[in-house]
């Protein structure tokens, strides 16, 4: 997983690159649709108040429950309630009797409501080493813990507290954490009081706007408050003690984005307070409202700042308080509504704060994630209520799909209906809950338009469309056509797609432009245009604004010219490959000159690693001469591509940027090189950044790359002591080079199988991920104990998965 993936909303990724099969995706999928339980009482109001232990890493406390009665004469109440023991259920002073079977309480008021009547019941409960729900860091450790911290997305907030425990259970709640003296306890909403009571500090926290129940949330640590504003709002970055200016860098955009989504969405950011958590091994982002909890990969040190940021982290959470809290889903199955909204949002603010370039290159890596997983993994509609799990469908097809159909709703709608529509969507369901209906209506009813075949098209139907497009020019008629198919055809049970398609012929020197728009729905269809002359470059959905795969087929000089003229970044990134793969007299130059010339940063790193694909000593010596480029990303690029070049000199080029470049990216990729040169001369040089200290473990994680592709198996012992007892980063990158061994030392598989069934999730999800892929039955019986002493569904979903793969392979 790159550094983009690690540091992203918590979700689910599953296992790797090839193609599982529909074993493995009825695995996941599951075979019956899911339906949200019935409900005879409202949740109006929740106060938890909780005695946090984190010496003995217990809690205790009560939960009082303000239910509203929906159905005539109710009176039996069940919530979820799992991971704890239930010591009493009391209504007023009247004491209920109770059962607690699994994760289900269920007990009888005493006296049946009336629809409309109000009670309040108070459970008190005590957790001990909990499994879900509440985390205590470390995790892998023994002895008190440093930090706690609640996850309630998707179904894990019955861990914690009991409750109706669905999306679409909307409450006012408070907070009252009881901490070790010197500790902060930090949760949603404004801070009612902070006091002092039998040696313990007491956090009591408000949250007067209603809210879903996963959203509850608490963290505990010994946490410096960093303060900053947006207009009247106040915010606040919570940080471990010494790592202040580390939180500054990392949030820095913070208030930035505040501002560019209010402006945007035209509904001014809706809660009196925002904060943000940098909670120890909390796996991403969690948008807890008014409370993010994020991952700690967010204090980004000064050295690390150069070429590393949480941009799109720190936007994407913010952007849930609009999509996801204020509204949201009313079940899973319409989460895209959630998560597709705040990914778009990424987008959104990452226009406006860095411009389109950078905006297509984030929409360019969502859509080859995407089709990534539709193509090897499974295929289903965006709006789906069949999963095993919940966790499962927040996939690629929920976030990176969802973010481009409203990437591609935008297009359709155009500037001002677009803008107007989600101002309208939400502000009529402010603080309620919703479904992909509400969406559509609330369109029509700012715009008149009716989009039930779009959405019929792209979010209750599967797949995308995959074009092949064959452009040639008559110079007689001076006419051009383009030859479309659709080839994605009926072979993969997907019917043909309906799009408006903008085509645009640039003439030489950006004489003349001529743009058409045509409803591409046909098989296949030929398109014919008249033209001042012949086109220097032809674009296909020339503004990227078409979920799709694409292949083009013109003449090599137009991909020339638009490598060097096209409008979008993007599209002089694309034609940076094509240019590489002809490699033919003037190609090295062309690309050269893109990397030292093209305005946008992310296009000439496309070029720099383009020109790597050319293993000639031409492209060499000009890979060597781009190293002084300025730009630490394309610097970057550059070195990867020497990199992996090849080249017997790579080495001994690249090994003097690990001393001396400010990059800390740069340094990590050239220790990389020395192992890839399978030179013994340099272990010693690799094993010497072990012991760097860096943002994240970039450079001693890229010295565990080195030795995995050194391919010795000397360095075997220190690789598995490193994947056992380094920091979290670190482990991942051991982990993964001590797999690598398994052929030569199957050996390795005990160690893989231990490690699965670490305390520290993040850990255990990497191993059985990796035990998948290795495809050895021998594992089977470790991950089946993971699988079944799991209470997170990710740990169970990552080990049925990983079973499902290793009995597909046994089969074949």
Known sequence: MSQREQFRCCRYYGGGAEDYGPEVSKTLLGKLARYAPDRAFDTVHVKIELDCDLKRRRASGTCRTTLRALAAKARRVELRAAGMKILSIKEGDRTLAFKHKKDRLSFRLSQSLHQGEETAITVRYSIRSPKCGLHFSPADKKGPATQMWSQGQPEDAHYWFPCHDVPGEKATTEVVARVPKGFVAASNGELHERRQEGGKDVFHWRMDYPHSLYLVCLSVGRFTEIKDKWEDVPVVYYAQKGREEDAKRGFSKTVAAMDILSRKLGVRYPYPRYAQVAASEFPGGMENTTCTTQTDACLVTQEAALDTDLDLLVSHELAHHWFGDLLTCRDWSHAWLNE????????????????????????????????????SKYRRPIVSNRYRYPWVIFDRHLYEKGGWVLHMLRA?????????????????????????????????????????????????????????????????????????????????????????????????????????????????????????????????????TILKSLTMHKPHSIWLEELKNAQTGISRARASWKVARWGGVGTVAALERSVHK?????????????LGSIRTEEAFSALKRLLSVKHPKIRHSVVGAISGSGHPDAAKILAPFIGRDK????????????????????????????????????????????????????????????????????????????????????????FLCETALSKDERVALQAIQTLGK?????????????RKDAHDTRVKSYSEEAIARIKKEAVV
């Open 340 to 375: 597709g909204f705040a990914t778009y949002c990424e987008m959104i603010f990452t226009e406006e704060d860095k411009g389109r370039d950078e905006a297509d290159l984030e929409l360019e890596f969502n859509r080859r994630n995407y089709i990534h997983e539709d193509s």
């Open 774 to 786: 290795l495809g050895d039955p021998k594992a089977l019986d470790t991950l089946e104990k993971a």
């Open 663 to 750: 990059s800390l990216q740069v340094k990590a990729e050239a220790i990389r090189a020395l192992g890839l040169s399978r030179d013994p001369k340099w272990v010693g040089k690799i094993k010497s950044q072990l012991k760097q200290k860096s943002y994240w473990d970039t450079l001693s994680g890229a010295a565990v790359n080195a030795l995995q592709s050194l391919k010795d198996d000397r360095h075997l012992p220190l690789l598995q002591k490193i994947a056992k007892t380094g920091s979290y980063p670190l482990r991942v990158h051991a982990m993964r080079a001590v797999a690598s061994f398994y052929e030569v030392k199957p050996s390795v598989l005990n």
């Open 412 to 544: 359709e709608l155009g500037e001002t209906d677009w803008w107007n529509s989600l101002r309208h969507y939400l502000q009529k369901h402010r603080n309620k809950s919703v479904e992909t209906a509400d969406l559509i209506i609330a369109i029509e009813e700012a715009t008149g338009r009716n989009l039930r075949l779009f959405f019929d098209q792209w979010v209750f139907k599967a797949g995308h469309p995959s074009y092949d497009v064959r452009y040639a020019y008559n110079p007689k008629k001076k006419s051009a056509s383009l030859i479309v198919r659709q080839t994605h055809g009926v072979s993969d049970k997907v019917a043909l797609f309906d799009c408006r398609v903008v085509i645009r012929f640039t003439g030489k020197g950006g004489r003349w432009t001529k743009e058409f728009t045509e409803r591409v729905k046909d098989e296949k269809k030929t398109f014919s245009y008249k033209l001042p002359g012949e086109p220097a470059m032809v674009e296909f959905d020339a503004d990227h």
């Open 598 to 610: 093209d305005a946008y940063w992310g296009t000439a790193a496309q070029s720099a690693k383009a």
